[in-house]
Each structure stands twice: as C-alpha cells, then as structure tokens.
C-alpha cells in the first residue's frame, strides 16, 4: 500500500500510540484530539500519558514532521476513530453511549471522499460500524465509493507499542471489499495475523475477549469472598488449585477497572439481556467486590479507632486500575478511595505513577507507612511489592485486596 495521510481522532491511550507507530512507518499523521493540553504537549514531542517507549516514538515522529496534532480534522487518505465509548449510568442496565464515535464521525464527514478507509477502533456495540456509515451517508458521502470496517486494538497497558505489531488484528468491513482495504492497510504495519470477518462479527469479537476476562475474575472474586469468611487465604489456595493441570484460575482484586473489561460487558448485556445472564452475573459480582472492600476499610478503621480513640488515617495504596501503569479509568481503587473520602474518612493515596489527584491528597509510600493507621492495598505496583514485609510489621498491618502481602 501507497503510504498515505491517516487521520487519527481521538489520542488517548490507543489513539496516540497508533498515531506515533504509524509515523515510523512512512505514513504522514494527523493526530486530532479535543483536549488542548494533549494537542500542545504532542506537538512539542512529549506525550501526556504514561507508556513504556511511547515517548521516544512520539519525540521521533515529531521531529521528522510525520506527526502533527490538531483540534479539528484535517483531509487524509485514511481516517481511524479511537475515541472513548463510555455506558449511560442510571436504573437498570447501563447502555452504551457512543456520542464520541458519532461526533467523532461527523467531524470527518467533510474530508472523506471515494477511496478513502474509514475505521473504527474504539471497543463498541454491535451495529456501531453501521450507524458510522449511515451518519456519513446522511452528510453527503457516497458511502459505496469508501470503505468502512472495524478493527478492534488487543493492548495491554505497559506493552502497547509492542502489542500494536505483534498482536494479531481483527478486521471487519462493511463490505468485503472494505475488509480486504482495510486488512491490506493493517498489514503494512502488523507482524501479527490480519483476520479478516464482517463488521458485525469483529465488533462481537473484541466484546467477547473481554467478557470472557470478566467473567474469569468474576470466579476468582467470588472464590476470595468465600474464602474471606472460611478464614481461608485465597492466593494460597489458588496457587495451590492451579497445580491441577487443567486449572488456571485468576487473582482476585479490589474489582475490575479499565475502559474495556468494566464496560464491554455491558454492551453485550444491553443488547440482549435475555440470553446474557452469565455475563451480567459476573459484571455485578466483580462490581460488588468493590463495595465488599470498602466494608472491610471500614471496619478496620472502627478498630482502629477503639485502638487509638482519634479518628483513624486510611492509605490507599494504588489508585490505576492495574498495575504499573498511570490509567485510572473505571479504577476499583479510585472508587473505593473516593467512596471513603466522600464519607468523611481521612483518605491519602499513595499513586507512584500519577502526580496528582483531585479529590483527595497523594503522598509516598513511606509517608503513608509513618502516618496511616489503615492501609488498603488496592492495586499491586512493583513498588508496593518492595515494600511488603513494611505493611505487615506490628498492630496495624494492612488489608491486602491484591495479593501484595502473599508473594
């Protein structure tokens, strides 16, 4: 293929490193995104979010000219939409919100012309492809001289710019000759598999890996409440269970965070509730380990105020949803941090891989072992892992939700 202009609109944690990879690889970028600070740090080839190597790609894109970031789209060959697509809250099953795609989509309308690969990467319900293709078709583009497909991202946090090559792509089109386009652009830069299906199909695809995950943590979260009221050590018990040749269970957590296994689930659930009963059982189980864990800081603070006769510190230890990494979206331990500071209890975070927060005041790790009298281990960093013979040392101890104090 041709190296074109790709439009990339949205630069998050998806959207700017598909932008930086795809600029080492010849192609001219346009990087578009609503957030003015992202749009000035990325032109003068920083980055302002954390990952590993995404500087450097970033730096380098930048100053070869191949990567510009702007706050409105500009014309291209090939336009990728990696923006959020969060759930509507309320009573009932949370539903799909896919305003930024839609917004996103009408904000390239103008630019698209015949020949053009318009692609959809954000994690999205079934059907979302389609309605893209109706919006564009509804503002004057002749949607049967372009090619539309979905191509879900399969990244993890802290390897991404290794996964965006290595990992296979799924890719789905509109048309087949949609999927053969967008499949034949992948591979310019993909060392993975392309696979090639229908839209439709792609789109189940990505949600099905993640429910899968979901409902996987939803038996080891619910294993650790079991064990929890045995007087049973979980991690023990589950290294002891995954001996068997044929079990691999998970680790439990404080809940599950992230923008894909706490939300994908969901759009699987809101489109046929009827039939998805196992995927809404594990999303409410892994949802309530969180509130299972503030009980049990609560508790531990009641104790700790008999002990002292003041009012208790509480440290949250990690505030991202997994370790290591700078993501807060959906965080378990955000939640529980910000549900106790509501409350009225003395909450400090210890986050090494933010600066600040908010809500609530962060402070380091050997502050929060001087000064709190309850510690909540909430996500297991390296750096928390370190220090763990520290947490445990006299009366106070700490509450372990990750697995911290068992390695």
Not at 141 to 159: N, S
Not at 295 to 309: H, N, Y
Not at 381 to 392: G, N, Q, V, W
Request: aromatic share 6%; hydrophobic share 45%; charged share 20%.
């Amino acid at each position: 293929m041709q190296k074109s202009t790709v439009c990339v609109v949205g630069l998050g944690y998806i959207g700017l490193p598909t932008a930086a990879l795809l600029a080492s690889n010849g192609f001219n970028v346009v990087g578009v995104d609503l957030n003015a600070h992202a749009v000035e740090t990325i032109n003068q080839g920083r980055i302002h979010i954390v990952e590993p190597d995404l500087d450097a790609f970033v730096r380098s894109a930048v100053a070869a000219g191949r990567l510009k970031a702007y706050a409105k789209p500009e014309a291209a060959d090939i336009y990728m939409i990696c923006v959020p697509t969060p759930f509507h809250e309320g009573e009932g099953i949370p539903q799909p919100n896919v305003d930024y795609v839609l917004s996103a989509t009408r904000s390239i309308a103008e630019f698209v012309k015949p020949g053009d690969l318009v692609i959809l990467e954000s994690t999205s319900p079934v059907g979302t492809t389609q309605q893209m293709a109706d919006m564009l078709a509804q503002a004057g583009v002749d949607v049967a001289k372009i090619h539309v497909a979905y191509c879900p991202e399969r990244v993890l946090p802290g390897k991404i710019m290794t996964e965006l090559v290595e990992n296979d792509r799924v890719v789905g089109g509109l048309t087949s000759e949609a999927t053969q386009a967008v499949s034949g652009f992948y591979r310019t830069f993909v060392r993975g598999a392309v696979l090639e299906t229908d839209a439709k199909t792609a789109e189940m695809c990505k949600l099905t890996e993640n429910s899968f995950r979901d409902v996987n943590i939803a038996f080891a979260n619910e294993l650790s409440l079991i064990c929890a009221k045995e007087g049973i050590n979980v991690w023990n018990l589950i290294q002891l269970a995954n001996r068997h040749p044929r079990v691999n269970i998970l680790q439990p957590g404080a809940g599950v965070g992230g923008h894909c296994i706490a939300v994908d689930p969901w759009f699987i659930v809101a489109r046929d509730p009827e039939n998805a009963r196992l995927i809404r059982t594990a999303r409410e189980v892994n949802n309530h380990k969180t509130v299972w864990a503030i009980e049990q800081i609560k508790i531990a603070v009641a104790d700790a105020s008999a002990r002292t006769g003041r009012k208790p510190k509480v440290a949250c230890l990690g505030l991202a949803f997994k370790p290591d990494i700078d993501d807060l979206r959906e965080s378990p331990a955000v939640h529980i941090a910000e549900a106790l500071f509501s409350q009225g209890y003395d909450v400090v975070a210890v986050e090494p891989n933010i600066e600040s927060h908010e809500r609530f005041p962060l402070v380091t790790l050997e502050v929060a072992l001087k000064t709190a009298d309850v510690l909540a281990v909430l996500v297991k960093h390296r750096s928390f892992l370190d220090a763990a013979a520290k947490m445990a040392l006299g009366e106070r101890g700490a509450l372990d939700f990750c697995g911290v104090l068992t390695d």
